[in-house]
Nanobody, 124 residues
């Protein structure tokens, strides 16, 4: 069974960059669409980005479009989320999930399972 582990979170200054990673074990990640979600304190979990198993479909939330880039390296069994020009409102726990599919809308990202999350804090 696929297990996911996020890493790369930490404290970043506003305007800075951070790359978080989602590594798979127990199964081959390349068979799955993968999504990134985040949950800020007191808020509901929201979809941030997704990438299809082939990489041919990629979607972003409007709030991160142009700043975040999702990619995958199937040889390393890893999906990345490169986050640039970070803002305080990007502060959240970031989760990756295997998805049934990646569609054009990050509001439609049905998860199969979740990682444990990694905290990203944007603050001066």
């Amino acid at each position: 069974q696929l297990q996911l582990v996020e890493s790369g979170g930490g404290l970043v200054q506003p305007g800075g960059s951070r790359r978080v990673s989602c590594s798979g074990s127990g199964s081959t990640l390349e068979y799955y669409a993968i999504g990134w979600f985040r949950q800020a304190p007191g808020k509901e979990r929201e979809g941030v980005s997704c990438i299809s198993s082939s990489g041919s479909t990629i979607s972003y939330a409007d709030s991160v479009k142009g700043r975040f880039t999702i990619s995958r390296d199937n040889a390393k069994n890893t999906v990345y989320l490169q986050m640039n020009n970070l803002k305080p409102e990007d502060t959240a726990v970031y989760y990756c999930a295997a998805l049934r599919y990646c569609s054009a809308s990050v509001r439609n990202m049905p998860p199969l399972n979740w990682g444990q999350g990694t905290q990203v804090t944007v603050s001066s």
